[in-house]
């Protein structure tokens, strides 16, 4: 099996989520510290404050230092800080007592000028010191917020591992369907298709895979198809000329001149066939030629030889040719249409009959119509006169050596020059072919 892309996306998904929740996490705790400190230091100086105010009331109250030191001491003890009175001393220095009496862990000072009654200046240092109920406060918040963050770590990767997975199978499954039917379509079924569902690029991809296997398919058809008209079209020429060689070789048929003639015929319709396929394989490859092609021209050479065949038959042929109309493309190619259609006219009409040729002008269009007065086609033959192989029964009956080959290499050509072919036809009364092609 392939290395599965569902789990890979899963396993970034994932990998991304966690790593921006741990980098949350960080964010949020170094925010939080920052934040319960600020708060710590604000509400310690509005205390100091406070502290500071009531050691002036208490200097003010009283003159008796030894009161002083009492109401200090019991402050201190009430406000769990240490609280030292002393007077300014050159260098900064305090000299004085402690008046205190607070647990001994100690975090900050605050120092303020404080003025005794004496009129002199003391410094007052205030050391608070944390309460063990305070650090148990801070270490149970912080406890409790670690834990909600780890909470939502697991709960967002839990939910990041199930989207994901959901996410990236819907993402892969029309892929994995798509690679399932290349390889089946590449092993030989070719009607394999996959589901198309959606608006995304994976909808058109597998549109264009369906074409893709459509048109194999549709490839593979007409190759047999065309491999058993090969063989129906080959097999009663050859049967016909094995028959009379063998009746011949073992006495059973004259060789006459004939017999001789009848499997001659049938030879020159085996070459019929192999040259139709040779013409209808031109017909694969891009039109080699985009020349300047003069119709009337063209129409009337190719018309001059076909006289003959004509007048062997007592048909007349009449041409009635505008000149000057001119298309591009590929002028023997075009000769080889033209004359499949005016021998196919000539080869459909009985003797007495009539072959017409019109070219003329109709807006950007050159239209040449080629008309006869024989044995034309039924309606139900009409669609399919067009495609290889097809004859039509009132044809066959007249014995005319047709291929069925011919109109199909006419159709294509036209179709490569970027014209249309139709036809109009009566049975008894005769056709009218009519092509379509651009002007230059
Ligand atoms: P073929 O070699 O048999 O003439 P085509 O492909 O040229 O092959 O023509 C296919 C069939 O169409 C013919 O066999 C015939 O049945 C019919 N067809 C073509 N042209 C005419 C026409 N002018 N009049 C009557 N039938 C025609």
Do not use: C
């Amino acid at each position: 099996m392939f290395p599965k892309l569902s789990w890979k996306l899963t396993f970034f998904m994932v990998l991304v989520s966690g790593l921006t929740i741990t980098f949350a996490g960080l964010l949020t705790d170094r925010a939080l510290d920052r934040q319960f400190a600020d708060f710590l230091e604000t509400s310690q100086l509005e205390r100091n404050q406070q502290m500071l105010e009531t050691i002036k009331e208490i200097y003010d109250g009283s003159q008796d230092r030894i009161t002083i030191e009492r109401q200090l001491e019991l402050l201190g003890q009430a406000t769990a800080a240490q609280i030292i009175v002393g007077e300014r001393r050159m260098g900064g220095h305090m000299g004085g007592h402690m008046m205190n009496r607070g647990p001994a862990m100690m975090r900050r000072q605050t120092t303020d000028n404080l003025i005794l009654p004496d009129g002199s200046t003391a410094l007052v240092e205030i050391i608070p010191s944390q309460s063990p109920e305070h650090a148990l406060q801070e270490a149970e918040f912080r406890r409790a917020v670690n834990q909600s963050i780890l909470l939502a770590a697991l709960f967002s990767l839990g939910a990041a591992l199930v989207l994901s997975s959901f996410f990236s199978w819907g993402l892969t499954k029309p892929l994995d369907n798509l690679v399932t039917m290349v390889r089946k379509v590449g092993a030989g079924d070719l009607a394999q298709r996959t589901e198309v569902r959606g608006q995304d690029e994976f909808k058109f991809l597998g549109q264009e895979f369906n074409q893709m296997a459509a048109n194999l398919e549709r490839m593979e058809q007409m190759r047999i198809k065309l491999t058993n008209d090969l063989a129906h079209e080959f097999r009663t020429p050859l049967a016909t000329v094995q028959a009379y060689l063998e009746g011949m070789s073992d006495g059973v048929i004259d060789p006459t001149q004939e017999n001789f003639n009848l499997v001659l015929e049938e030879t020159q319709r085996l070459e019929g066939l192999l040259e139709g396929l040779q013409e209808l394989a031109k017909l694969e490859q891009p039109m080699p030629k985009k020349e300047r092609v003069d119709l009337g021209n063209t129409l009337t050479s190719l018309v001059s030889p076909l006289k003959i065949l004509a007048a062997e038959k007592d048909i007349s042929i009449g041409l009635a040719l505008q000149e000057g109309l001119v298309t591009i493309g590929d002028g023997d190619m075009l000769v080889t249409a033209f004359r499949n259609l005016v021998e196919n006219a000539i080869k459909y009409t009985l003797p007495g009959g009539r072959v017409s040729i019109n070219l003329r002008a109709e807006q950007d269009e050159i239209v040449v119509e080629i008309s006869d007065t024989g044995i034309g086609i039924e309606a139900q033959d009409l669609p399919f006169i067009f495609e290889r192989f097809y004859r039509t029964d009132l044809s066959r009956s007249r014995q005319t050596g047709g291929t069925g080959i011919g109109l199909t290499v006419t159709a294509g050509i036209i179709k490569g020059h970027g014209g249309t072919i139709t036809v109009v036809s009566e049975p008894h009364k005769g056709s009218t072919f009519s092509v379509r092609l651009p002007k230059a």
